[in-house]
């Protein structure tokens, strides 16, 4: 199959997913995860009509920017990001989801303030507890999303993870739907019962099951551009 085709059908399952769970269409942004893919790749999913893309290294980013200039494709930063790698990022997409510390936010907030920008960001939530893995607990999860609301320059619109792999997708389940309820006991913490509009999570083998516990953002790679290379 084509990127053309794959892309086809995973918006199928998306819309499908929507309806399952009373969500209206349109309602969960895919994100194509295109790190380590060539631009080649990534302009052909964009012909195919895919605008948002997804990308894990900061310097790799920064690369594919030049190369691909079209002003109507729209970044996602989705990886770890480093302090001293920020001036790839902030300012140039269109969301960060992984902030998991306030000097993190605080540097995206002063760079992309330079820029004359807000910087739309997403509190990454480490629901799993693995130490390899970044993120905040979420415990700790109340403290940082106040924190991040009063910094300068940055915007919080939600939050962002990466469960445990496993084969089930119902497994992964459980995750996701942790993440949705810490989500609807933060706008009560915060007493805000909009706050945190979008939820990212949700990869290439389970975001239907992630669509159904709420998500907003769906990061797939895989299943669009086939296995790493």
Not at 25 to 46: D, F, M, N, R, W
Not at 94 to 102: A, K, M, N, P
């Amino acid at each position: 199959m084509s990127i053309a085709d794959r892309l086809a059908e995973i918006k199928r399952r998306v819309a499908a997913a929507e309806t399952r769970s009373g969500r209206a269409q349109g309602s969960v942004l895919l994100i194509a995860v295109s790190k380590t893919k060539p631009a080649e790749a990534i302009t052909e999913a964009a012909r195919a009509g895919q605008v948002h893309f997804g990308e894990n290294y900061a310097q790799e980013l920064r690369d594919k920017l030049v190369v691909l200039p079209d002003p109507k494709l729209c970044w996602h930063f989705i990886g770890h990001l480093q302090k001293n790698k920020v001036k790839y990022v902030a300012g140039k997409v269109y969301e960060v989801h992984t902030v998991d510390s306030v000097d993190l936010a605080a540097e995206i907030g002063r760079k992309a303030s330079t820029l004359g920008v807000r910087q739309r960001v997403m509190i990454e939530v480490n629901v799993g507890g693995e130490e390899q893995k970044s993120g905040v607990g979420p415990e700790a999860a109340t403290g940082l999303c106040r924190a991040v609301m009063e910094t300068p320059g940055v915007e919080l619109v939600g939050l962002m993870t990466m469960p445990p792999l496993f084969d089930d997708p119902e497994t992964t389940r459980l995750f996701y739907r942790a993440l949705r309820e810490l989500r609807d006991r933060l706008r009560l913490e915060l007493d805000d019962p909009v706050a945190l509009p979008e939820l990212s999570m949700g990869l290439s083998h389970d975001f239907e099951v992630a669509i159904e516990e709420g998500a907003t953002r769906v990061r797939v790679g895989t299943a669009i551009f086939g296995e790493r290379g």
